[in-house]
């Protein structure tokens, strides 16, 4: 029970990399706060799903790029319990999209919510971590903020890279105050929103092609990610900030060797 008795808010946990998470912390004994902004009945899933495995959880409507919302989300948290020991910026979303054909409006809508919301939910939770001298922040990154030669994913790698170079900073900044601030990043997970509207045989024919480019080929699931969470949530990392822990099976794709 690594996080016994830990309150952790993880956003964007009423399904994918998020929902695994909330379970991940839950089997190690947090109480966890599942955050969502449509999927009020997943969401409710996920919290029942808790409870069923003898953990205690709540859901708050929140949409991240929303600083009043996030307040409220928090200030909710506080008062049903008092601390907030975890944060995890999980909730993003992402737009294919070049130099050559990109929308300024969805380009506007993954930065608002990957950027600019994780920049929130930090400001709006940290106040009380350092009242208390300790927290954990992990920020979910991609490994499209490394320089992966996918296709379609420049604009949204830019967003994920603002969040690198924000880890990095906070770690700086929220060191002294007893915090850890890390990041996780993924390469292409198997989630809902990768495989939304796509038939069976496009999902296999896209898993194939995706593991000719992983050293140990198979595709990234939601589990490994929150496996790495746990770890980083945990004291076990207590002397660990500032880092950036890929969680590619080994993909050899990327543009260059440079970091």
């Known amino acids: 029970m690594r996080l016994k008795d830990k309150v952790a808010i993880v956003t964007g946990s009423s399904r994918g990399i998020g929902r695994e998470i909330a379970l991940a912390f839950t089997r190690e004994g947090a109480i966890v706060v599942v955050n969502y902004v449509y999927s009020e009945d997943k969401a409710s899933e996920v919290v029942e799903e808790i409870e069923r495995l003898g953990g205690i959880a709540i859901s708050v409507k929140a949409d991240v790029s929303n600083r009043s919302e996030v307040r409220s989300m928090v200030r909710k948290v506080i008062d049903e319990f008092n601390r907030i020991d975890i944060l995890v910026n999980n909730a993003g979303i992402f737009y294919p999209g070049s130099l050559?054909?990109?929308d300024e409006e969805k380009l506007e809508a993954m930065w608002r919510i990957n950027v600019k919301g994780t920049i929130y939910c930090i400001h709006e939770t940290v106040k009380y971590m350092i009242k208390r001298s300790y927290g954990k922040i992990i920020n979910i990154a991609s490994t499209a903020a490394l320089g992966t030669a996918s296709p379609g994913t420049t604009m949204y790698s830019l967003t994920k890279a603002a969040i690198i170079i924000l880890t990095k900073r906070l770690a700086y900044e929220l060191g002294e105050y007893g915090i850890n601030v890390n990041a996780i990043a993924p390469s292409f997970v198997l989630t809902d929103i990768n495989i939304q509207g796509k038939s069976r045989e496009e999902i296999n024919e896209m898993i194939e092609r995706?593991?000719?480019?992983i050293s140990i080929r198979r595709i990234c699931e939601p589990m490994d990610i929150a496996n790495?969470?746990?770890?980083?949530?945990s004291d076990s990392s207590s002397y660990i900030t500032g880092q950036v822990i890929v969680v590619d099976g080994g993909r050899i794709d990327y543009l260059t060797h440079s970091i």
């Open 100 to 102: 050559i054909d990109f």
């Open 210 to 213: 995706r593991k000719e480019k």
């Open 228 to 233: 790495v969470a746990v770890f980083l949530a």
